[in-house]
């Protein structure tokens, strides 16, 4: 039997269904029954009627998973899936955070831990930052954490004063706007598309047509009639541009964008993961309930 049929079996066998993040390697995307950018999986964990989760993402993805839907089993199925952005903040750290900002409000993106998102008001994805912000009424102060460049984006699309977390994520950080320039130039004509989180996504805001999430870039992808497109995120999400729209060339602003928490987990991981049920995710249930008040607000919008 083919590797995809046994995961296909065992996923039956185990009333499971299988979420894989944009960044997910092809064979794992192409096995999962949805695909898709932060915000729409977790509203597709939120909704599963499935005994189980197997979560082909990072880990913050399968402990929001939990949080949302707690009587499932969540898998992960390689522990070493984290994410260096998440990493940059500690419940520690925001705590002391808090302390010098009596009464702010703290916006927390989902790249963080479940213990961060406890001490947060709100959660936000890089598809809905800009909504939240927004609703926060304008006379209160806001923390925004943990990606800088995610939120000096945010600052100026909505005029908020807000003060950021000195976070970044590493693949993000290091496209830098000399790329875009040099792009632009090797390619006239082609549309620049860019992530939030991309170190070029301030510094060269003119140079950048569209600042999407990565399902917006997918969507973008599908429609678009331009004839090449350089795309500056994770090299993952080529995968899904190029099967939906063959017609465009799709070209990666850096080959070596590669996130090495993403690529964690191939289709072996994810049979082993649902035939012996590992590594299954939990969270302490107090961490839990404070984590699911910003997390449901996050769903919401
Ligand atoms: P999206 O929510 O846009 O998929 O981003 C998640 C992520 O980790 C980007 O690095
Ligand atoms: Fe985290 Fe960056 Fe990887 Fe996204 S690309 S999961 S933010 S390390």
């Given at each position: 039997?083919?590797?995809e049929?046994?995961v296909?079996?065992?996923?039956?066998?185990?009333?499971?269904?299988?979420?894989a993040?944009?960044?997910?390697?092809?064979?794992?995307?192409?096995?999962?029954?949805?695909?898709g950018?932060?915000?729409?999986?977790?509203?597709?964990?939120?909704?599963?009627?499935?005994?189980?989760?197997?979560f082909a993402?990072?880990?913050?993805m399968a402990?929001?998973?939990k949080?949302?839907?707690?009587?499932?089993?969540?898998l992960?199925p390689?522990?070493?899936?984290?994410?260096?952005?998440?990493?940059?903040?500690?419940?520690?750290?925001?705590?002391?955070?808090?302390?010098?900002?009596?009464?702010?409000?703290?916006?927390?993106?989902i790249?963080?831990?479940?213990?961060?998102?406890?001490?947060?008001?709100?959660?936000?994805?890089?598809s809905?930052?800009v909504?939240?912000v927004?609703?926060?009424?304008?006379d209160?102060?806001?923390?925004?954490?943990p990606?800088?460049?995610?939120?000096?984006y945010?600052?100026?699309?909505?005029?908020?004063?807000?003060?950021?977390w000195v976070?970044?994520?590493?693949?993000?950080?290091?496209?830098?706007?000399?790329?875009?320039?040099?792009?632009?130039?090797a390619?006239?004509?082609?549309?620049v598309?860019?992530h939030?989180?991309?170190?070029?996504s301030t510094?060269?805001?003119?140079?950048?047509?569209?600042?999407?999430?990565t399902d917006?870039?997918?969507?973008?992808?599908e429609?678009?009639t331009?004839?090449?497109?350089?795309?500056?995120?994770e090299?993952?999400?080529?995968?899904?541009?190029?099967?939906?729209?063959?017609?465009?060339?799709?070209?990666?602003?850096?080959?070596?964008?590669?996130?090495?928490?993403?690529?964690?987990?191939?289709?072996?991981?994810?049979?082993?993961?649902?035939?012996?049920?590992?590594?299954?995710?939990?969270?302490?249930?107090?961490?839990?309930?404070?984590?699911?008040?910003?997390?449901?607000?996050?769903?919401?919008t």
């Amino acid at each position: 039997m083919s590797l995809e049929a046994e995961v296909a079996r065992l996923k039956d066998e185990q009333d499971a269904v299988l979420l894989a993040h944009n960044y997910q390697v092809p064979e794992v995307q192409d096995a999962a029954d949805f695909v898709g950018d932060s915000l729409y999986l977790s509203r597709k964990a939120m909704e599963s009627d499935r005994s189980v989760i197997c979560f082909a993402g990072v880990r913050f993805m399968a402990e929001t998973a939990k949080i949302l839907n707690p009587t499932r089993t969540v898998l992960l199925p390689d522990l070493k899936a984290g994410c260096g952005l998440a990493d940059s903040i500690t419940a520690d750290q925001l705590r002391a955070w808090k302390a010098e900002h009596p009464g702010a409000v703290v916006v927390a993106y989902i790249n963080t831990s479940a213990e961060v998102k406890a001490e947060a008001d709100y959660c936000c994805t890089s598809s809905n930052a800009v909504k939240i912000v927004s609703q926060i009424p304008e006379d209160r102060e806001i923390l925004f954490l943990p990606d800088m460049f995610l939120g000096d984006y945010v600052k100026r699309k909505t005029g908020r004063r807000m003060h950021l977390w000195v976070g970044d994520c590493p693949v993000h950080a290091k496209l830098r706007p000399e790329e875009i320039a040099q792009a632009r130039k090797a390619h006239p004509g082609a549309a620049v598309i860019a992530h939030p989180e991309c170190g070029c996504s301030t510094g060269a805001l003119g140079e950048v047509d569209h600042i999407l999430s990565t399902d917006g870039m997918v969507r973008f992808a599908e429609e678009t009639t331009s004839p090449q497109v350089i795309v500056a995120t994770e090299v993952g999400i080529l995968h899904r541009m190029r099967r939906l729209n063959p017609r465009t060339e799709f070209l990666a602003l850096n080959e070596g964008a590669i996130c090495p928490y993403m690529k964690q987990i191939d289709l072996t991981d994810v049979r082993e993961s649902l035939a012996q049920r590992r590594f299954v995710i939990d969270v302490e249930p107090g961490t839990a309930a404070r984590a699911r008040r910003s997390l449901e607000r996050m769903v919401a919008t």
